[in-house]
């Protein structure tokens, strides 16, 4: 159920970005920001495992969203 909330929101948040880009409008700043935190998953995971991370998910995040 988690996920799927997960995904609606990335879908609407994109959708709405392609359609103002679509009309020639500049995207609005977003009202609120979601911060994931994975608990004892150290930062060298992500290219030590890279290989194994789904195309629709972890690696989807970190090619298309903010990172920090």
């Known amino acids: 159920m988690k996920?799927?909330?997960?995904v609606i929101l990335l879908i609407s948040q994109q959708?709405?970005?392609a359609i103002h880009i679509?009309?020639?409008?500049?995207a609005p700043k977003p009202k609120?920001?979601?911060g994931i935190v994975v608990d004892q998953?150290?930062?060298?995971?992500l290219s030590r495992y890279w290989s194994k991370y789904g195309e629709g998910g972890?690696?989807?995040?970190?090619?298309?969203?903010f990172m920090h």
């Open 3 to 6: 996920r799927l909330v997960i």
């Open 15 to 17: 959708l709405t970005c």
């Open 22 to 26: 679509s009309i020639g409008q500049e």
């Open 32 to 34: 609120l920001v979601v």
């Open 41 to 45: 998953m150290r930062y060298d995971y």
């Open 58 to 65: 972890l690696k989807n995040l970190f090619r298309r969203h």
